[in-house]
């Protein structure tokens, strides 16, 4: 049998308002997620928010010993917020539903694999009549997906058990005068600190020493606090200097 693969790389939080991300990091996402394809195995159906370079997937069929125009893929049209993201209007158009209904059938899908089970996959998979796949729906309904997709959420459940977690010496930071006074904490200069919004991936070093730039700690930009600047890449990946 076959598999519905769905690339919904990241949850509706982060699609407007304080959480929305930059549009050139919603196409890079919209990139990235195409990497699903290598799950995939002849019969699969595959939903992405845009269509992979077709160089890519000929090396994924010759890598994976894929048959020709395997797997099918599916891109949504666009919705209210565009077309860079799975987001859950796109999931949810009438013509796309109807036509991944007809599809599943004819090739007999009886799995799903998302890339993150939230509310908007569980309402996708009973429109297409395949909800009794998954098991214990009610918590990501509510939604619980976009709970333990909190990093501040998985440090503060382990904290209220008296349960340690990684990195000791962390702490979560739920408003801006937190802010302040942990950054008022004086930094040694053989130290670090590296700086994360929820819910995101974006990171940024804090360092008073120099630090090879990209950064092997996989933040995405470096605060200097001796030069006073701000290193990252640019559109193109090469590395940029913003003074502060």
């Known amino acids: 049998m076959s598999q519905l693969i769905i690339g919904n790389q990241l949850t509706e939080e982060t699609a407007e308002g304080?959480?929305?991300?930059?549009?050139?990091?919603?196409?890079?996402?919209?990139?990235?997620?195409?990497?699903?394809?290598w799950f995939a195995q002849d019969g699969d159906v595959l939903v992405l928010p845009s269509r992979p370079d077709e160089g890519f997937l000929a090396y994924v069929r010759r890598v994976n010993g894929l048959a020709e125009g395997e797997p099918l893929i599916l891109v949504p049209?666009?919705?209210?917020?565009?077309?860079?993201?799975?987001?859950d209007d796109r999931l949810a158009a009438p013509e796309f539903v109807a036509g991944l209904r007809?599809?599943?059938?004819?090739?007999?899908?009886?799995?799903?694999?998302p890339f993150h089970l939230d509310a908007a996959i569980?309402?996708?998979?009973?429109?297409?009549?395949?909800?009794?796949?998954?098991?214990?729906?009610?918590?990501?309904?509510?939604?619980?997906?976009?709970?333990?997709?909190?990093?501040?959420a998985f440090r503060a459940a382990p904290a209220g058990n008296a349960v340690p977690s990684?990195?000791?010496?962390?702490?979560?930071?739920?408003?801006?005068a937190d802010g302040r006074i942990a950054g008022?904490?004086?930094?040694?200069?053989?130290?670090?600190?590296v700086v994360g919004e929820d819910h995101q991936t974006a990171r940024v070093l804090i360092s008073r020493n120099r630090v090879p730039w990209p950064s092997s700690t996989?933040?995405?930009?470096?605060?200097?606090?001796?030069?006073?600047?701000?290193?990252?890449?640019?559109?193109?990946g090469g590395p940029t200097r913003t003074e502060v």
């Open 218 to 236: 996989g933040a995405q930009a470096l605060l200097d606090v001796r030069v006073r600047a701000v290193f990252g890449p640019d559109a193109d």
């Open 122 to 152: 569980l309402r996708l998979a009973r429109e297409i009549g395949l909800a009794g796949l998954f098991g214990g729906v009610a918590f990501p309904a509510e939604p619980g997906g976009e709970l333990v997709n909190s990093a501040a």
């Open 77 to 87: 049209p666009p919705g209210r917020q565009g077309a860079e993201l799975l987001y």
């Open 102 to 113: 007809t599809l599943i059938a004819e090739r007999g899908v009886d799995r799903v694999f």
């Open 184 to 193: 008022s904490i004086p930094l040694p200069a053989s130290a670090r600190r």
């Open 18 to 37: 304080e959480g929305a991300l930059p549009s050139e990091y919603r196409r890079f996402l919209s990139v990235i997620s195409h990497r699903m394809v």
């Open 166 to 176: 990684l990195p000791a010496a962390g702490r979560g930071l739920f408003n801006k």
